[in-house]
């Protein structure tokens, strides 16, 4: 087993040799790029926003505190006023004026709203709470999609170096045709046979850059990094996490503050319920003043407690609490079923992880075989056994093995990969 991981380690670095003719001009990683996307991305920057509404409305919730001032001015006609219908000799009831004059200032302070502000800023402060975990759980999808346009570049460039490799062997194989055609060993069908395949493999070369290309494309968009089409990408080093851990998951965080949420809700509710007592003082100047049978300018004031209490709601408030209730139930339900599908998606993404490990062990094995038939295939060439179109055969078919590998190695990287956005837990070695 050593042996075949020592041969592994010399396969990366075989292929890092002979990829690309031309040579790379930058090497660009996953998490460098997952940072810088999400430093242009708009959802992030609404932090900041989101972070000064939280303070203005705390601002706003606790100036319900403070005294309430106002100021209120009214002239009026009017075509009746209260009078005295008594006739005693000597004495004259007073007549008052139709029109009337005043100017007032109201002063109100809240004593006691059964808890009423200081539930609600509860309520806004988790309300905030949840704004910012919906942020995250669009940056959690928004670098999942990116590291998926990432392991599909790493892809695609393995796939064209695949049908490179088989074109080379096609090439070689067309060479070889060609003169037992000329000589009559060959039949021409045969030859055209391959001529086809080769251009076939040319048009899936030409896919395969197009498709590469539009995918270096969106990751430069979406990373605000540049990316050359000779780049490199390196391949991270991901373990495997120790547990299903979905409580990293941003979703079962989202999910948890909304049945926290309901909670909070119920106890505002009850709140509400609660008789409200406010002081008030009012002083003023006009005519007339409290004393309606006074009928000159002058100035009055008064001050006293205001209670207010809602004897009968029809079962309001009783039916308000049960909703908030019944929406926790709701949002239990859709964490217990978050769960189990965040579960499965482990448990699948475990199996799919083994089967592709497998593969690779496998590949390795098939490595170690052929390497002993291309030293073979070499000591006959060297005797005159072969011929030396018959050793490159086979040896491109060695090195499109050894590609294989490298493909199915990065299939294994990035099934990782998703198997950590699954369980919510992101850590890309570099």
């Known amino acids: 087993?050593?042996?075949?991981?020592?041969?592994?380690?010399?396969?990366?670095?075989?292929?890092?040799?002979?990829?690309?003719?031309?040579?790379?001009?930058?090497?660009?990683?996953?998490?460098?790029?997952?940072?810088?996307?999400?430093?242009?991305?708009?959802?992030?920057?609404?932090?900041?926003?989101?972070?000064?509404?939280?303070?203005?409305?705390?601002?706003?919730?606790?100036?319900?505190?403070?005294?309430?001032?106002?100021?209120?001015?009214?002239?009026?006609?009017?075509?009746?006023?209260?009078?005295?219908?008594?006739?005693?000799?000597?004495?004259?009831?007073?007549?008052?004026?139709?029109?009337?004059?005043?100017?007032?200032?109201?002063?109100?302070?809240?004593?006691?709203?059964?808890?009423?502000?200081?539930?609600?800023?509860?309520?806004?402060?988790?309300?905030?709470?949840?704004?910012?975990?919906?942020?995250?759980v669009m940056e959690h999808t928004y670098k999942e999609m990116l590291s998926k346009l990432y392991f599909r570049a790493l892809l695609l460039r393995q796939q064209k170096?695949?049908?490179v490799s088989i074109n080379r062997s096609l090439g070689s194989t067309a060479n070889e045709m060609e003169s037992g055609v000329k000589s009559g060993t060959v039949l021409a069908a045969s030859l055209k046979s391959i001529q086809a395949e080769i251009l076939r493999n040319d048009q899936l070369i030409l896919e395969t850059e197009a498709a590469l290309d539009a995918t270096l494309e969106y990751l430069s968009a979406y990373s605000g990094i540049n990316i050359h089409p000779?780049?490199?990408?390196?391949?991270?080093?991901?373990?495997?996490?120790?547990?299903?851990?979905?409580?990293?998951?941003?979703?079962?965080?989202?999910?948890?503050?909304?049945?926290?949420?309901?909670?909070?809700?119920?106890?505002?509710?009850?709140?509400?319920?609660?008789?409200?007592?406010?002081?008030?003082?009012?002083?003023?100047?006009?005519?007339?003043?409290?004393?309606?049978?006074?009928?000159?300018?002058?100035?009055?004031y008064m001050i006293g407690l205001r209670l207010n209490y809602k004897l009968w709601d029809w079962k309001f408030n009783k039916r308000e609490q049960l909703l908030a209730k019944q929406s926790g139930g709701l949002v239990e339900k859709s964490l217990a079923a978050f769960e189990i599908n965040q579960g499965a998606a482990y448990n699948a993404k475990k199996a799919e992880i083994e089967k592709i490990k497998q593969i690779v062990d496998n590949e390795l094995e098939i490595i170690l075989l052929q390497q002993e038939i291309v030293d073979s295939y070499e000591a006959s060439l060297q005797q005159g056994i072969i011929t030396s179109s018959v050793y490159l055969l086979e040896v491109e078919k060695f090195t499109r093995t050894l590609l294989t590998v490298e493909t199915n190695r990065i299939k294994l990287i990035n099934a990782r990969a998703e198997l950590m956005f699954i369980t919510g837990k992101i850590n890309f070695n570099e």
């Open 230 to 300: 000779d780049d490199s990408l390196a391949i991270p080093n991901i373990s495997l996490p120790e547990a299903k851990l979905v409580q990293l998951r941003p979703e079962w965080k989202l999910l948890n503050l909304q049945k926290e949420k309901t909670t909070l809700q119920q106890t505002l509710i009850k709140a509400k319920r609660q008789p409200g007592i406010q002081a008030f003082a009012q002083a003023g100047y006009g005519r007339p003043s409290y004393n309606m049978l006074e009928d000159a300018f002058s100035d009055y």
């Open 1 to 136: 087993m050593n042996k075949k991981y020592l041969l592994f380690g010399l396969i990366v670095g075989f292929i890092s040799i002979t990829g690309f003719a031309q040579e790379t001009v930058k090497t660009h990683h996953i998490s460098t790029m997952l940072d810088s996307a999400l430093r242009h991305y708009p959802v992030s920057t609404q932090r900041l926003e989101l972070e000064e509404m939280r303070q203005l409305t705390d601002e706003q919730l606790s100036s319900l505190y403070l005294p309430g001032i106002q100021l209120n001015g009214q002239v009026s006609y009017q075509s009746e006023v209260t009078s005295l219908q008594i006739n005693f000799p000597g004495f004259s009831p007073p007549e008052l004026a139709k029109d009337w004059y005043k100017v007032n200032l109201d002063i109100s302070q809240l004593v006691y709203d059964g808890g009423q502000v200081k539930q609600t800023k509860n309520i806004e402060e988790h309300n905030y709470k949840l704004k910012v975990t919906e942020i995250e």
């Open 161 to 163: 170096k695949v049908y």
